[in-house]
């Protein structure tokens, strides 16, 4: 039963345009959203969060919106950067938290 | 400050055997979890403890299991090692009241 679900396995997009990272959740009971960013052989790193009382939040490059109704999250980062190429986990809280299987983003050059 | 610190961070079992592997939460985290990523699967819950009591549970079977003490180290087992519990396994601390994890490096456990 995957409660948070990333469908998109990779993503490329050319450096300088905008990276759309997408999550769908299944439990209307989460109260709060989070992005990861991992590379390889390291822990993720926490990018951005929100709460689901708001619709958006916006932190630099990085704003992550929140689509209650359609149980949809999305995190967009503009301009896109090669530091950016990295596995993106988003992730779900209702007590524990809930991870999807993860996008992996290449920034071509 | 020093980051959440896994150990070891490479280990090799054989089929059969136990693994302990250890966590240390930063300092004043109280609430610690533990994540299995494997390709493919993402990162799925294994537990969480809070004040040395376990708060979450994910769904694995009981061969793995974990404590947490009273200095919020962690600690987590398993036992009768199977091929596919191979994988790296992943510690995160945070602060009470806070939702946003710090995850370790995390330890590779191989299984043989």
């Known amino acids: 039963d995957q409660q948070v679900k990333q469908n998109s396995p990779s993503l490329s997009v050319q450096e300088g345009r905008i990276s759309i990272l997408n999550c769908d959740y299944t439990?209307?009971?989460?109260?709060?959203f989070l992005w990861y960013k991992k590379y390889p052989a390291e822990g993720p790193t926490f990018l951005i969060s929100?709460?689901?009382?708001?619709d958006k939040n916006e932190d630099g490059r990085f704003t992550v919106f929140l689509n209650k109704s359609a149980k949809h999250l999305s995190l967009h980062i503009v301009p896109s950067q090669p530091g950016d190429s990295a596995v993106y986990f988003c992730?779900?809280?209702?007590?524990?938290?809930?991870f999807g299987k993860g996008t992996r983003l290449h920034i071509l050059p | 400050k020093a980051g959440v610190t896994q150990t070891p961070r490479y280990l090799i079992k054989t089929r059969g055997q136990q693994v302990t592997l250890s966590c240390s939460p930063i300092?004043?985290?109280?609430?610690v979890s533990w994540y299995q990523q494997t390709p493919g699967q993402g990162l799925q819950f294994l537990f969480e403890?809070?004040?040395?009591?376990?708060?979450n549970k994910g769904n694995f079977p009981g061969r793995f299991s974990g404590r947490q003490f009273s200095n919020s180290r962690s600690e987590m087992n398993v036992s009768t090692l199977e091929l596919g519990d191979s994988a790296l396994y992943l510690c995160?601390?945070?602060?009470?009241?806070?939702?946003?994890?710090?995850f370790g490096s995390g330890t590779r456990l191989t299984v043989v």
């Open positions: 929100i709460s689901s009382i708001k």
């Open positions: 992730a779900a809280s209702k007590g524990k938290i809930i």
């Open positions: 403890y809070f004040s040395e009591t376990q708060r």
């Open positions: 995160a601390s945070r602060p009470t009241g806070d939702y946003g994890y710090t």
């Open positions: 300092s004043g985290h109280r609430s």
């Open positions: 439990n209307s009971m989460f109260d709060y």
